[in-house]
């Protein structure tokens, strides 16, 4: 391989994201050679062979076993890191997530320590926005550094948030963690999940194309990415025009196939009020401002796809009853709103509405509020002075964020300006961790033991005055 021919280790390369960043690595002027680790299955197989003829090497492999990383990772100037399980299958196997996502993200960052020069590696990870879990407004935006605070059942976000905690705290020096929000798809015309209803139609998210994610992908490779771009946490987002409620969605994806009055398919009855995650990103433009990456809006892959919606779905998208006894069957299936309802599953009732009484209040059309929330942005407090350079943060600073976390610092002396280096925590219920200010501060993590147990996170927002700006925005909430 010539010296100046760049080497890019890609996982997940057969999914949506991954799929994107393979084309736009490929058609980009620079010299590479495209390494992509990915799973033996017929339908993997299928997707990587017209790679195959482009020039990319592929690894038949496995994410949790780490000769296969090593082997991807050997040699590579840049590993993109997007593999992993996703929901809706991740909700469907939460061991098997845990095991792929975490052992993941593990065996990445050990074959990168073993590199003769790990220093000259970078490793970009891709997060998730499912990191920050449910921010109806009037707390709908966000920003890098809020907390974490994970949705009940939600394992997908639960195995993210450990692997990042991996990432940021893994000692490497050329990382960093993209949080992903969702990647637009034609919905309508692929086949249809149950998760879809997860989503209360009064929440908001800021979305991003698949084409732009995957340019995305291919930028950070650039040489001319500044070097303060690693060792940082971001949002990717696609910008103002990208920033939709669910409702917007979901009506402009049904018109995109042809139906003219997407409401008369859906009941907003079949919808969850909450336990899901999305917000508007107050600090998404950062990203772009270091990375450029965006080309495209929302509504420009709609249109771009329209044409492309199969005959069929045209056709029943003139008949809007057709549409919503489909939609209404997918709600009534394992894993639908409707399912859990007419099952008895408590547990998930309880976690998607509230209460099952809270479920029978919700009204249809005729009494919908189209109230869309404010489009300016705020931000919550993260307990320390965010103008002071990095540099100038203190031990005093630290503990004083601690203390608004509920907890304290047990360090007695802190590296000024590093936040590499591991300092020693206790949260409000005793536990005692290990962390960094780039986890801790930038990150807006905090004890591992609770933010894994949703469970316990009235307790955590009785003492920390940091998680309560996340916990308390709606009133049934005890």
Not at 368 to 396: C, F, K, M, N
Request: charged share 20%; aromatic share 8%; proline share 8%.
């Amino acid at each position: 391989m010539p010296s100046d021919t760049q080497r890019v280790f890609l996982t997940g390369a057969s999914g949506g994201m991954g799929r994107a960043g393979l084309e736009a690595l490929l058609a980009g002027p620079e010299r590479r050679e495209v390494v992509a680790l990915v799973p033996p299955t017929e339908n993997d197989q299928r997707i990587m062979a017209p790679y195959l003829r482009r020039g990319v090497r592929v690894i038949w492999g496995d994410l949790t076993h780490y000769a296969d990383v090593l082997a991807g990772v050997s040699g590579a100037d840049y590993v993109l890191h997007v593999g992993g399980l996703v929901s809706p299958l991740a909700d469907a196997q939460p061991k098997r997530t845990l095991e792929v996502n975490v052992g993941a993200a593990r065996n990445i960052v050990r074959a990168i320590q073993a590199q003769p020069e790990p220093e000259r590696v970078r490793l970009v990870y891709i997060g998730t926005i499912a990191q920050t879990g449910h921010r109806p407004a009037p707390i709908h935006w966000g920003r890098v550094g809020d907390p974490i605070k994970l949705s009940t059942f939600d394992t997908y976000a639960l195995s993210k948030t450990i692997a990042e905690r991996l990432i940021v705290d893994s000692g490497l020096r050329h990382w960093v963690s993209l949080r992903q929000t969702g990647i637009a798809r034609m919905a309508a015309s692929t086949r249809l999940d149950p998760i879809l209803f997860h989503t209360p139609l009064a929440d908001v998210l800021e979305w991003v194309t698949p084409r732009d994610s995957g340019r995305l992908l291919a930028n950070v490779c650039a040489p001319t990415v500044p070097p303060d771009f690693w060792g940082r946490i971001y949002n990717i987002g696609g910008g103002q025009p990208n920033r939709l409620t669910n409702v917007e969605l979901f009506e402009r994806t049904l018109r995109a196939t042809g139906l003219r009055h997407p409401r008369r398919a859906l009941d907003p009855r079949w919808f969850a009020l909450r336990n899901f995650h999305g917000h508007w990103f107050s600090d998404s433009d950062r990203l772009e401002a270091l990375v450029p990456f965006r080309t495209q809006t929302l509504d420009e892959y709609l249109a771009e796809q329209a044409p492309l919606v199969p005959w069929y779905i045209r056709l029943g998208s003139a008949f809007p009853q057709l549409v919503r006894r489909r939609l209404e069957r997918v709600a009534r299936g394992p894993g639908g709103t409707l399912h859990w309802l007419a099952h008895g599953d408590e547990a998930r009732i309880a976690a998607y509405f509230g209460s099952r009484e809270a479920w029978g209040a919700i009204r249809g059309w005729e009494a919908w509020e189209a109230v869309r929330p404010t489009s300016t942005p705020s931000q919550l407090d993260h307990g320390y002075d965010e103008q002071l350079p990095r540099e100038a943060i203190s031990l005093t600073d630290v503990q004083a964020a601690a203390r608004f976390r509920g907890g304290q610092c047990l360090s007695t002396d802190m590296p000024r300006g590093d936040w590499r280096a591991l300092l020693r925590w206790q949260c409000h219920a005793g536990h005692e961790f290990t962390a960094s200010l780039n986890l801790i501060l930038m990150g807006g993590h905090w004890c591992p033991t609770c933010l894994a147990d949703p469970a316990s996170y009235p307790q955590l927002a009785q003492h920390s005055a940091f998680f309560r700006q996340v916990w308390r925005p709606a009133p049934d909430r005890p």
